[in-house]
């Protein structure tokens, strides 16, 4: 079983920057969609973007469009996230998931096989 690991969350002032890693124990290659979600206290867990349909496509909500860019590095078995123009409404723990088949549509969480740990974003104003 893959295992998942997150990091690079932090603290930081609104309009600020983070990049999150998500480190895979195992080649990624293997996933059919890969994706960021993110739950704040009392919310439920939402979808911020993903690579789906074997990698060929990409999905932001809205909130995050322009704003956050998802890649992957399948050498390295690495998914990322960079996240700029970082506000409060971002404060969230951050998760990686990857989904064993290719999904169709956006990655839900009800799709995903593996979940990472997650990693803490705190956006201060």
């Known amino acids: 079983q893959v295992q998942l690991v997150e990091s690079g969350g932090g603290s930081v002032q609104a309009g600020g920057s983070l990049r999150l890693s998500c480190a895979a124990s195992g080649s990624i290659t293997g996933f059919g969609s890969l994706g960021w979600f993110r739950q704040a206290p009392g919310k439920e867990r939402e979808r911020v973007a993903s690579l789906y349909r074997g990698g060929y496509l990409t999905y932001y909500a809205d909130s995050v469009k322009g704003r956050f860019t998802i890649s992957r590095d399948n050498a390295k078995n690495m998914l990322y996230l960079q996240m700029n123009g970082l506000k409060p409404e971002d404060t969230a723990m951050y998760y990686c998931?990857?989904?064993?088949?290719?999904?169709?549509?956006?990655?839900?969480?009800?799709?995903?096989?593996?979940w990472g740990q997650g990693t803490q974003v705190t956006v201060a104003s």
């Open positions: 998931a990857a989904a064993r088949r290719p999904t169709t549509t956006p990655m839900v969480p009800d799709d995903a096989n593996v």
